[in-house]
């Protein structure tokens, strides 16, 4: 009995927004099955009392003066983007027909 | 004068003081090594000729000017191609990043500015650091200069083997699981983790936010303290940088004295599973510490066995986050933006076009390890590990100064071995990732060849948080004592490489 199946590998592929083809699905997928009971085992750890680590070191917020500092100009800002138009990136229409 | 590129940094610095070369000539010196060798070795994804020559030409101009220059300046250095630099093309290994030149530089190139340090090119790497070995480089694999047909480590094997192939004195690793240790045990070169937060991110494309840092990799113990010192300290750029003094690194490479340190040997971290010429090694670096005055007794890290699966939750949930930035829409590759489709169909066919299997399997897993239904059994219960993992080292520091381990269970292995096992890859960083979720300092020190396969082995020590001096402290009593035994750094045992005109 797989960890994870095929159609909830191709869930998390389309979830993750990476369009995978069938055959990176026949390869992906058994691999992933192999990792996740790999990464299984931190449930072995009596770990109820434990309380979590989301950082090694601790930190609280930090803050600083709410003042102007330099930052990119527009073109910098725009330098690498696959497509700009008026100062602006252009993207691909957000909404679908049927939406 | 006798090969440039042979010098360590600092006698190159004492060169340059002196006067008898300029940071003009040894730039060009290792450029024509670059050219000479790297087509064999495949270290560097981009070699900034051009910048590299100017930035020497300044550092010389300086000098000529009497203006007081810092101990590194004019020294060349290989980067890292994850971190940024103004103008240079920066890919992280990725091709959905090919051809980005960034708008800013990093604040790790800042420093290495400020300090004179010559930036010859970037050096290749896994896929957004994910990797132990160049292979998920989208742009091909890098060589190890000791055997071209084995793997030079990973993710930073690009560094390493710049620094092992004579093409440059310094580098700069990251550090998430292993990326600058690994590699540097597998190169014969010294490799350092500093304490997570000494080292800035700013600028640093992100695989673990929680994980990743920047640190430095050379031939000699001291080149490292010295380059650690001018990359580290304060940054109000990065919200987890450490406001408190750079640990006293350079003094600590020019003492290496162990007298009285007292040293454990994690007990987890050997035995089955380790190649019998790494063990061999790793036991005769500890007898010779002790013989040095250290007090070396066994110590028991009993979560440690649990870090690999641990980091393997954590990492990949923290990487599917940071990566859902390369959506197409700002910087990097876009495919399929025919008019036809909808934003949310180009993301999909750019990250799919743009990202390599390993990329893909851990935006997944990651994906799967935060969905709802698993994240208390998955992420929730890794970082409870990572509370214990911290407890265990916490408790080991109360009765030693430092921990050591081999920094590797096997020498590099041959080009092609694991590419198909993501498990025996990952395996190849179960000495190194505890240090990473405490986030403590480490490092990996050259202490010989196995006898097997005459490959190098490196030599893990792990110091508490801010004890990064520590590390070099160590690091400097191993290398004068081995020198000693060899007549020479075991860098100087590596193979010619053959040299293309």
Same mark, same amino acid.
């Given at each position: 009995?797989?960890?994870?199946?095929?159609?909830?590998?191709?869930?998390?592929?389309?979830?993750?927004?990476?369009?995978?083809?069938?055959?990176?699905?026949?390869?992906?997928?058994?691999?992933?099955?192999?990792?996740?009971?790999?990464?299984?085992?931190?449930?072995?750890?009596?770990?109820?009392?434990?309380?979590?680590?989301?950082?090694?070191?601790?930190?609280?917020?930090?803050?600083?003066?709410?003042?102007?500092?330099?930052?990119?100009?527009?073109?910098?800002?725009?330098?690498?983007?696959?497509?700009?138009?008026?100062?602006?990136?252009?993207?691909?229409?957000?909404?679908?027909?049927?939406? | 004068?006798?090969?440039?590129?042979? %010098?360590?940094?600092?006698?190159?610095?004492?060169?340059?003081?002196?006067?008898? =070369?300029? /940071?003009?000539?040894?730039?060009?010196?290792?450029?024509?090594?670059?050219?000479?060798?790297?087509?064999?070795?495949?270290?560097?994804?981009?070699?900034?000729?051009?910048?590299?020559?100017?930035?020497?030409?300044?550092?010389?101009?300086?000098?000529?000017?009497?203006? !007081?220059?810092?101990?590194?300046?004019?020294?060349?250095?290989?980067?890292?191609?994850?971190?940024?630099?103004?103008?240079?093309?920066?890919?992280?290994?990725? !091709?959905?990043?090919?051809?980005? !030149?960034?708008?800013?530089?990093? #604040?790790?190139? !800042?420093?290495? +500015?400020?300090?004179?340090?010559?930036?010859?090119?970037? =050096?290749?790497?896994?896929?957004?650091?994910?990797?132990?070995?160049?292979?998920? /480089?989208?742009?091909?694999?890098?060589?190890?200069?000791?055997?071209?047909?084995?793997?030079?480590?990973?993710?930073?094997?690009?560094?390493?083997?710049?620094?092992?192939?004579?093409?440059?004195?310094?580098?700069?690793?990251?550090?998430?699981?292993?990326?600058? +240790?690994?590699?540097? *045990?597998?190169?014969?070169?010294?490799?350092? %983790?500093?304490?997570?937060?000494?080292?800035?991110?700013?600028?640093?494309?992100?695989? *673990?936010?929680? &994980?990743?840092?920047?640190?430095?990799?050379?031939? =000699?113990?001291?080149?490292?303290?010295?380059?650690?010192?001018?990359?580290?300290?304060?940054?109000?750029?990065?919200?987890?940088?450490?406001?408190?003094?750079?640990?006293?690194?350079?003094?600590?490479?020019?003492?290496?004295?162990?007298?009285?340190?007292?040293?454990?040997?994690?007990?987890?971290?050997?035995?089955?599973?380790?190649?019998?010429?790494?063990?061999?090694?790793?036991?005769?670096?500890?007898?010779?510490?002790?013989?040095?005055?250290?007090?070396?007794?066994?110590?028991?890290?009993?979560?440690? $066995?649990?870090?690999?699966?641990?980091?393997?939750?954590?990492?990949?949930?923290?990487?599917?986050?940071?990566?859902?930035?390369?959506?197409?829409?700002?910087?990097?590759?876009?495919?399929?933006?025919?008019?036809?489709?909808?934003?949310?169909?180009?993301?999909?066919? #750019?990250?799919? *076009?743009?990202?390599?299997?390993?990329?893909?399997?851990?935006?997944?897993?990651?994906?799967?390890?935060?969905?709802?239904?698993?994240?208390?059994?998955?992420?929730?219960?890794?970082?409870?590990?990572?509370?214990?993992?911290?407890?265990?080292?916490?408790?080991?520091?109360?009765?030693?100064?430092?921990?050591?381990?081999? *920094?590797?269970?096997?020498?590099?292995?041959?080009?092609?071995?694991?590419?198909?096992?993501?498990?025996?890859?990952?395996?190849?960083?179960?000495?190194?990732?505890?240090?990473? &979720?405490?986030?403590?300092?480490?490092?990996?020190?050259?202490?010989?060849?196995?006898?097997?396969?005459?490959?190098?082995?490196?030599?893990?020590?792990?110091?508490?948080?801010? +004890?990064?001096?520590? &590390?070099?402290?160590?690091?400097?009593?191993?290398?004068?004592?081995?020198?000693? $035994?060899?007549?020479?750094?075991?860098?100087?045992?590596?193979?010619? &490489?053959?040299?293309?005109?």
């Amino acid at each position: 009995m797989p960890s994870i199946t095929r159609e909830e590998v191709a869930h998390l592929a389309r979830l993750a927004r990476i369009e995978l083809s069938d055959d990176e699905l026949d390869h992906l997928a058994p691999q992933l099955d192999q990792i996740i009971g790999l990464v299984a085992q931190v449930s072995d750890v009596a770990a109820e009392d434990i309380p979590p680590t989301s950082h090694a070191l601790p930190l609280s917020n930090v803050m600083r003066e709410d003042v102007n500092v330099p930052c990119l100009t527009p073109e910098q800002a725009l330098s690498g983007a696959p497509a700009a138009e008026e100062q602006r990136f252009r993207v691909p229409r957000i909404l679908s027909e049927e939406a | 004068m006798s090969d440039l590129t042979r %010098k360590t940094a600092v006698e190159l610095a004492d060169l340059m003081s002196s006067g008898e =070369t300029s /940071s003009a000539e040894i730039t060009q010196a290792h450029l024509d090594r670059i050219a000479a060798t790297d087509t064999a070795v495949h270290a560097f994804l981009h070699v900034d000729t051009e910048g590299a020559l100017a930035q020497a030409a300044d550092v010389d101009s300086r000098r000529a000017a009497g203006e !007081k220059l810092g101990p590194l300046a004019g020294v060349p250095l290989a980067l890292k191609d994850v971190l940024t630099q103004e103008g240079v093309p920066t890919t992280a290994g990725s !091709k959905i990043l090919e051809g980005w !030149k960034p708008p800013y530089d990093s #604040t790790v190139v !800042k420093r290495l +500015r400020a300090a004179g340090i010559v930036i010859l090119g970037k =050096t290749n790497m896994d896929e957004f650091a994910m990797g132990s070995s160049t292979e998920n /480089s989208a742009y091909g694999t890098t060589h190890n200069p000791w055997d071209l047909n084995r793997i030079p480590g990973g993710s930073g094997g690009g560094s390493s083997a710049a620094v092992s192939a004579y093409q440059a004195p310094l580098a700069i690793g990251t550090d998430t699981g292993g990326s600058i +240790r690994q590699p540097a *045990a597998f190169t014969g070169t010294v490799g350092i %983790k500093p304490t997570y937060g000494g080292t800035s991110r700013y600028g640093l494309i992100a695989l *673990a936010s929680s &994980l990743d840092t920047p640190g430095p990799c050379a031939r =000699t113990t001291l080149d490292a303290a010295l380059l650690h010192e001018a990359i580290a300290g304060w940054d109000p750029m990065d919200s987890t940088s450490i406001n408190q003094d750079v640990p006293p690194v350079v003094a600590a490479a020019r003492n290496g004295d162990v007298t009285g340190m007292r040293i454990g040997v994690v007990k987890e971290l050997g035995g089955e599973g380790y190649q019998p010429g790494v063990g061999a090694r790793f036991h005769e670096a500890v007898e010779l510490l002790t013989k040095l005055g250290a007090e070396v007794v066994e110590v028991s890290c009993p979560h440690f $066995q649990y870090a690999l699966p641990a980091y393997y939750l954590i990492l990949p949930s923290e990487a599917s986050s940071n990566l859902a930035k390369f959506d197409a829409m700002r910087f990097g590759l876009r495919v399929g933006d025919d008019g036809e489709n909808d934003a949310e169909k180009v993301m999909s066919l #750019t990250r799919e *076009a743009g990202f390599g299997d390993e990329v893909k399997r851990r935006i997944m897993l990651g994906t799967h390890a935060l969905s709802s239904g698993y994240y208390d059994a998955y992420y929730g219960q890794a970082q409870k590990v990572r509370t214990l993992i911290a407890r265990d080292f916490a408790r080991a520091y109360e009765q030693v100064d430092v921990l050591v381990s081999p *920094a590797t269970p096997t020498t590099a292995f041959a080009i092609g071995d694991r590419v198909n096992d993501p498990i025996a890859m990952y395996k190849n960083d179960l000495c190194t990732i505890p240090s990473n &979720l405490a986030g403590n300092a480490a490092a990996s020190f050259p202490v010989g060849l196995a006898d097997e396969d005459g490959m190098p082995v490196g030599f893990h020590v792990m110091a508490p948080v801010m +004890r990064d001096d520590l &590390l070099y402290q160590v690091g400097a009593a191993l290398e004068s004592a081995l020198a000693d $035994q060899w007549g020479g750094v075991l860098m100087s045992k590596a193979p010619e &490489l053959e040299v293309t005109r």
